[in-house]
């Protein structure tokens, strides 16, 4: 479907504005407590439980969760083709929560017109916004040259690849210069190299021309390349917001910390800021002075772990499984306890390990995250670091 274009040419912000200026600052997209609740039958499902979200205006965020979590349905009610039950939803200081206005949408299927060249399908997003003519034309290969497609301008659709069919429609979604575009998982039709590719096209695309991009996705890599926020949903709930470095290191609860990134969920005991592991190994957290006694669980990302080989303190293991990557090695180690835990260390530390080998695990302490044991909060306290 064609990214619906911004027909409102009063608000034509190419007579105000220069189409490649970025405008940061101000909020251009507010969420006010979101809710949706779908009704089948007998059934009353809750898709969206009060969301709230904030977007500066030119800023890229990522709605990122697993399937079912409501990130369609946001979408479509920031779009206004869905109604919420209750909440509203702001698009420059406007109401415009249910109307379909300003706000261009890129589906996962990006359809370009077959019977008009390359050029003329971004000019026509031009024109639908008032820009005639020789600017139309001009206007509309800069943002080909954006995309790196001028060679092509005057090609016809069918002429090119999957992936420059994409950009394409990137172009065109920018250059109907909406106040927000959103984006539903627009590259979850193409192979894995060209979704890579197409990540870096997208956010060199977005970051030139400055418009605020809401933008769907459930991988994380993804949401993690091509974002300045992500916001992380589960169960129609925003469980943490925050920059890709923010959430991988100091995810809000145990569902984030185990969604972003590769983790170890580790239990142990908290006493007097005093963490204490399987073995009796322990370790002292400032962060972690103010909570109260009690069992915790512990994310340990595989780069927290330090392998002793020599040493009373820590937690004992062996060695299961070396995997040599070059830069990296990886390895399973089973604890005593009977935990396996997955670790990268650099190959250029120590001369490594092998199948069956006793080590000692400690754990890089200002790094890890410790977990209530229902895993709702964080117990490391957020002012305890400085951004690391
Ligand atoms: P996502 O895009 O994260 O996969 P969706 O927003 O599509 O999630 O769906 C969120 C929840 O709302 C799911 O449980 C889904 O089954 C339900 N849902 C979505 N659309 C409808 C609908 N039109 N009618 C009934 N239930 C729906
Ligand atoms: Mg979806």
Not at 35 to 52: I, M, P
Not at 88 to 114: H, M, N, S
Not at 356 to 377: P, R, Y
């Amino acid at each position: 479907m064609f990214p619906s274009p911004s027909t409102n040419v009063r608000r034509n912000r190419s007579a105000d504005t220069p189409p490649f200026c970025c405008r940061k600052g101000r909020p251009m997209l507010q969420l006010i407590n979101i809710e949706k609740k779908y009704t089948t039958g007998d059934l009353t499902q809750a898709a969206l439980n009060g969301v709230s979200l904030n977007l500066r205006d030119s800023e890229f965020v990522a709605i990122l969760g697993p399937s079912g979590s409501g990130k369609t349905t946001l979408l479509n009610i920031i779009a206004g083709l869905t109604e919420p039950t209750s909440g509203k939803v702001y698009c420059d200081g406007k109401e415009v929560t249910g109307t379909g206005t300003e706000r261009g949408v890129v589906f996962q299927q990006y359809a370009l017109f077959p019977w008009l060249t390359v050029k003329k399908n971004v000019m026509f997003a031009l024109e639908m916004r008032g820009v005639k003519g020789k600017e139309a034309e001009e206007e509309a290969l800069k943002y080909l040259a954006i995309v790196d497609l001028v060679k092509f301008a005057d090609h016809y659709p069918k002429e090119l690849s999957g992936g420059m069919k994409q950009r394409v429609a990137i172009a065109r979604a920018y250059a109907a210069n909406p106040d927000v575009l959103l984006m539903d998982e627009p590259l979850s039709n193409l192979d894995a190299k060209l979704r890579v590719e197409m990540r870096s096209v997208i956010r060199h695309t977005q970051k030139s021309v400055g418009i605020t991009t809401v933008y769907v996705t459930h991988d994380q890599e993804e949401a993690m390349a091509i974002s300045d926020r992500i916001a992380v949903m589960k169960d129609g709930v925003i469980q943490h917001v925050g920059t890709p470095r923010d959430i991988y290191q100091r995810p809000k609860n145990v569902f984030v910390a185990t969604f972003i990134g590769r983790t170890n969920i580790v239990n142990a005991h908290v006493k007097d800021g005093i963490i204490t592991f399987a073995d009796g190994y322990h370790e002292h957290i400032d962060a972690l002075d103010k909570a109260a006694e009690q069992e915790v669980r512990c994310s340990i990302r595989p780069e927290e772990f330090i392998i002793c080989k020599d040493g009373t303190e820590g937690i004992h293991g062996t060695v299961q499984e070396c995997t040599y990557l070059g830069l990296n090695t990886h390895y399973t180690i089973d604890t005593d306890q009977g935990d396996s835990v997955e670790i990268v260390e650099e190959s250029s530390i120590g001369e490594g390990l092998k199948k069956g080998e006793k080590v000692l695990l400690k754990v890089k302490k200002e790094k890890i995250n410790v977990f209530t044991k229902d895993g709702d909060t964080n117990l490391i306290r957020s002012d305890a670091y400085e951004k690391q």
